[in-house]
T-cell receptor, first 115, second 113 residues
Framework: GAGVSQSPSNKVTEKGKDVELRCDPISGHTALYWYRQSLGQGLEFLIYFQGNSAPDKSGLPSDRFSAERTGGSVSTLTIQRTQQEDSAVYLC?????????????FGPGTRLTVT | TQLLEQSPQFLSIQEGENLTVYCNSSSVFSSLQWYRQEPGEGPVLLVTVVTGGEVKKLKRLTFQFGDARKDSSLHITAAQPGDTGLYLCAGRRSGGSNYKLTFGKGTLLTVNP
């Protein structure tokens, strides 16, 4: 399909392990966003990419979280030394451009469970 | 601090009933969006409102942006089971960070047949 895809769809990991979450944006979309959705919470902004650069990392909750984007396309969100409070659905979105009111298209998310 | 407050948090109604969901803030937004999210999927954009006092209709859904651009409402007429889902409002600020959406916690709507 032509939509945003994310993998894996579900991930169960033990506390202290590292995890990598992948996002494939819509082809041609230069802007990419990561959000976190916890139970009972709205979507929490994590990071914004314009091309391969991340001008806004302000939403990353701690230095255990990092993200990169390569080739202006695929992005990976890495969580090191996972904690139980990291359990959430991680959503990726992309848009044609970052500025202005460009519509963000969301992927189905990765549900992360830290045991 | 939750910049966008949605109410009610949960709503369970019978098919055919009308309902209104509210999204309130003390902040001004350049635009406000409404999304619907179904289990296991990402949010899908329903509408964007940008002008104070603006009203947009999408079939049985009516969206309104407050005159001061601080609040919005979603009204559904004659709700159907297919309307079941999590409704999220999201605001966009003007200026350099206008790429960023601030989301409310959502209203979980269940329409019973």
């Amino acid at each position: 399909g032509a939509g945003v895809s994310q993998s894996p769809s579900n991930k169960v990991t033990e506390k202290g392990k590292d995890v990598e979450l992948r996002c494939d944006p819509i082809s041609g979309h230069t802007a990419l966003y990561w959000y976190r959705q916890s139970l009972g919470q709205g979507l929490e902004f994590l990071i914004y990419f314009q091309g391969n650069s991340a001008p806004d990392k302000s939403g990353l909750p701690s230095d255990r979280f990092s993200a990169e984007r390569t080739g202006g396309s695929v992005s990976t969100l890495t969580i090191q030394r996972t904690q139980q409070e990291d359990s959430a659905v991680y959503l990726c979105a992309s848009s044609l451009q970052g500025v202005g009111a460009a519509e963000q298209y969301f992927g189905p998310g990765t549900r992360l469970t830290v045991t | 601090t939750q910049l966008l407050e949605q109410s009610p948090q949960f709503l369970s109604i019978q098919e055919g009933e009308n309902l209104t969901v509210y999204c309130n803030s003390s902040s001004v937004f350049s635009s406000l969006q409404w999304y619907r999210q179904e289990p296991g999927e990402g949010p899908v954009l329903l509408v964007t409102v940008v002008t104070g006092g603006e009203v947009k209709k999408l079939k049985r859904l009516t969206f309104q942006f407050g005159d001061a651009r601080k609040d919005s409402s979603l009204h559904i007429t004659a709700a159907q089971p297919g309307d079941t889902g999590l409704y999220l409002c999201a605001g966009r600020r003007s200026g350099g960070s206008n790429y960023k959406l601030t989301f409310g916690k959502g209203t979980l709507l269940t329409v019973n047949p």
